[in-house]
């Protein structure tokens, strides 16, 4: 089916640990982008990316790492875990031409 | 301080009522959008605006984009219970590329 789909939608993981959490889309979007939301924070940007093979800082970016060498695939990886990254994570695209942003459904990821 | 301020945050209302929110800022953006977030779900696109004083209605929601295109409202008429959601308003700059700033958020509760 069409969309935009990620997983997994819920995560446990330790403190230290690496952990990627994916993103796809069907829509063959240029751009990417990757959210986290918390409370009275709100949503903020962490990466994005125009395109493949082109990827650029949000607001929060230290801790994460992004690559993109598919258009439709745009995994967001925390390379050392920490208890501050606990949030819900969203992954969105878009297409070049407007600045519509369509959601995934989330994914939760608890690091105790 | 965010960038663009959503007014009320918290809004609690019984079938049937009119409500208002608002969505402000000091700085000018290209277009604005609208989206509404339910529990566990990634936010839905519900509007974009794009010209100084622009109406868009959808159904029972009306949205405003305000002339100087610093502020937008959103207003719904004859609230229902499927109108809960957490009420999400976002900004787009010319500076900024494809990045949108989002406002914090009105949650919205409409009791039957």
């Known amino acids: 089916d069409a969309g935009i789909t990620q997983s997994p939608r819920y995560k446990i993981t330790e403190t230290g640990r690496q952990v990627t959490l994916m993103c796809h889309q069907t829509w063959s979007h240029s751009y990417m982008f990757w959210y986290r939301q918390d409370l009275g924070h709100g949503l903020r940007l962490i990466y994005y990316?125009?395109?493949?093979?082109?990827?650029d800082k949000g607001e929060v970016p230290d801790g994460y790492v992004v690559s993109r060498s598919k258009t439709e695939n745009f995994p967001l990886t925390l390379e050392s875990a920490t208890r501050s990254q606990t949030s819900v994570y969203f992954c969105?695209?878009?297409?070049?031409?407007?600045?519509?942003?369509?959601f995934g459904p989330g994914t939760r990821l608890t690091v105790t | 301080t965010q960038l663009l301020e959503q007014s009320p945050q918290f809004l609690s209302i019984q079938e049937g009522e009119n409500l208002t929110v608002y969505c402000n800022s000091s700085?000018?953006?290209?277009?604005l959008q609208w989206y509404r977030q339910e529990p566990g779900e990634g936010p839905v696109l519900l509007v974009t605006v794009v010209t100084g004083g622009e109406v868009k209605k959808l159904k029972r929601l009306t949205f405003q984009f305000g002339d100087a295109r610093k502020d937008s409202s959103l207003h719904i008429t004859a609230a229902q219970p499927g109108d809960t959601g957490l009420y999400l308003c976002?900004?787009?700059?010319?500076?900024?590329?494809?990045?949108?700033?989002f406002g914090g958020g009105t949650r919205l509760m409409v009791k039957p």
């Open positions: 969105a695209s878009g297409p070049s031409g407007t600045h519509e942003q369509y």
């Open positions: 990316s125009a395109a493949a093979d082109i990827t």
């Open positions: 700085s000018v953006f290209s277009s």
């Open positions: 976002a900004g787009a700059r010319r500076s900024a590329g494809n990045m949108l700033t």
